[in-house]
Every structure is written in structure tokens, then in C-alpha cells.
């Protein structure tokens, strides 16, 4: 199982914020470092400095790391054309040596569209899927070749479909990840585009459910379903006691019964049990929500006492 640490910038982080979290990710030998793209802090509080762009984020992170994983969990079809968003993310691949991932997903935070103006259509799903297919397209056309594209939202015409990222194998290009609760749209998606499918905050005994329909819609289309990784986004609160526990729980402003219901959270033993149920479910990657980014002692005590125990 890959453990990976998920953060929310949004909430109010500045990039050596972000930067210290990454290098903790790194030094502590988790898999990968992922963060959310948002513009607008989520609930009440202070926002402190505002939002920090994912992208421009990841690409420095991509010059100040060497070993881990890099990506969004996920961005948004809204923010940017899917040309640009190709060229930036096969950039940040080559900034990193190839060790960048895609997530991309339709957007929904109304309220951050509305205070930077970017449009928010009721629609969005066919922007996602045109999308995919342009993203995954440029990078997918031989070198020397060129990509058009006639849809709906999207019209490209005679693009070089370059840069390229430094990834290649049989799906060429950065990883995609989609994710999503949908029954039918959402997994076939993943079917079609992804390298991994994403269960974000998911009820857990509705986990297999939701892989099951992923692997079903890989089926459909001749695709082999154990070529995706089936993973799953949860919050991560784990204390050496109930003392420290209730701590963290307070200072993301949660509470110990809800985290132990829904996410990787309670004692040592609690969370290597939820882990190893996830584990027995067909989860192959778990990324662990980390909501204090201050908290970086959090980061070093599940590493040291829980990550062991997955072997």
C-alpha cells in the first residue's frame, strides 16, 4: 500500500508553508506529496495570506524535491483552457524529472468562482470529458505529428502538442487521476483516461461498490481492470493517546467520533486496523489528509509507529 500526504493550502498557507510539509513528506519516506486546487479558504476563520496556485506550487516543489510524487487531488475543469493546463503540467514533469500526476475533475466550489470571476457553467461535465480527451491527446501525439480537436467547448487545430512530459509506457504522458462518486459517467472516465481511480472521503463500506463499477466500465471497454490503482483520500488524525488525539481533532476543528468513523484516525492500533480493512477492500493507495499543516510532528509520528505496521 503507498501512503501519501494530502494537503488543503487553501485554508491559508504560504508557499514555505507548503514547501516545509513537502520536504517533511519526502524526509519521512512517504510516497507522494498531493494538494488541493482551490482559490478560496472553505468554512470560517482567518484565511491568512489567501490561496496559493497549484500549479505554480508544484513546480516549484518539483525544483526543491528529488524523490516523491507530485500532483493535484484534483484540479478544476473551470480554471484553465486544456491546452495550457497540458503545457503546464508536462513542464512541471520535466522540472521534476518525471514525477508529476494529474488529477482533474469537474469543479464545484461555486463561491471561489464567484470571488476570482472565473465562470462556473451548471454544466461542467462535458467540459471534464473534453478535457481528458485534449489533455491526454496532446500528450499522447507522436512528436512531429500534430492534435486537433472539434468538440463542443473546445476547438484545437493543427496544435505541435508540445511540450511533452518526460513519462511515457503504454498510456504516454503524466498520469491522470479521476475520482469521483458518480455511478456510471464518473467510472467510465476512469475507464477510458486514468491511471488511477480516487474514492475522495468515501462512506467506507461504500468502497468496493465504487471500485467495482470502475472495474466494470474497464471490462466494457477491453480495458484490463487491475491496470488502474484503486485508491482512496481520508482524513488523518492519529494520537499516541486520547489526550493527543482530542488535541488534533481540535485544532482542525473536528470531532474524535466523526474522525473515527470516516477516517485514519484514533490510536496507533485504530488507524493500522482501519488501514489494513481499507487494505482488504482493494485500496492500493490511501492519501492521508493532513489539515494541520503546522503539525509536521503529526507527519513524523505516523510514519514511525503506523506506516511500519502496513508493511
Not at 58 to 85: D, N
Not at 102 to 117: D, I, P, V
Not at 292 to 299: K, R, V
Request: charge should be negative.
Amino acid at each position: 500500500m503507498d501512503f501519501r500526504i494530502f494537503t488543503e493550502p487553501q485554508q491559508g498557507a504560504t508557499y514555505d508553508d507548503v514547501l516545509a510539509i513537502a520536504r517533511a513528506t519526502e524526509e519521512l519516506g512517504y510516497d507522494a506529496f498531493f494538494r488541493s486546487d482551490h482559490y478560496l479558504r472553505m468554512g470560517d476563520g482567518d484565511p491568512g495570506p489567501g490561496p496559493t496556485d497549484a500549479w505554480t506550487t508544484l513546480a516549484g516543489l518539483a525544483r526543491e524535491t528529488s524523490r516523491i510524487r507530485l500532483g493535484t487531488l484534483v484540479s478544476s475543469a473551470t480554471f484553465r483552457h486544456p491546452g495550457v493546463l497540458a503545457i503546464q503540467v508536462a513542464q512541471v514533469d520535466q522540472m521534476s524529472g518525471g514525477r508529476v500526476e494529474l488529477g482533474l475533475g469537474a469543479g464545484w466550489f461555486a463561491r471561489e468562482h464567484e470571488a476570482y470571476g472565473i465562470p462556473f457553467p451548471d454544466k461542467r461535465f462535458g467540459i471534464l470529458t473534453e478535457q481528458l480527451e485534449i489533455v491526454t491527446g496532446l500528450w499522447g501525439t507522436p512528436v512531429g505529428e500534430t492534435f486537433s480537436h472539434a468538440g463542443k467547448e473546445y476547438t484545437l487545430v493543427d496544435s505541435p502538442a508540445l511540450p511533452k512530459p518526460v513519462q511515457g509506457g503504454d498510456r504516454p504522458g503524466v498520469p491522470v487521476i479521476v475520482g469521483g462518486s458518480g455511478p456510471k459517467r464518473t467510472p467510465a472516465l476512469a475507464a477510458s483516461f486514468a491511471a488511477e481511480f480516487n474514492a475522495s472521503f468515501p462512506p467506507i463500506e461504500e468502497i468496493p461498490e465504487r471500485f467495482a463499477r470502475v472495474r466494470a466500465a474497464c471490462e466494457d471497454i477491453g480495458r484490463a481492470p487491475e491496470s488502474l490503482v484503486y485508491s482512496v483520500a481520508l482524513v488523518m488524525c492519529v494520537g499516541k493517546d486520547e489526550a493527543e488525539l482530542a488535541r488534533r481533532a481540535e485544532a482542525i476543528g473536528r470531532d474524535v467520533a466523526e474522525l473515527r468513523e470516516h477516517g485514519v484516525a484514533g490510536t496507533v492500533q485504530e488507524a493500522v486496523d482501519r488501514l489494513g480493512e481499507l487494505n482488504e477492500m482493494g485500496v492500493e493507495r490511501v492519501y492521508l489528509q493532513a489539515l494541520d499543516m503546522d503539525d509536521l510532528d503529526h507527519l513524523e509520528f505516523v510514519a514511525r509507529e503506523v506506516v511500519p505496521q502496513l508493511g
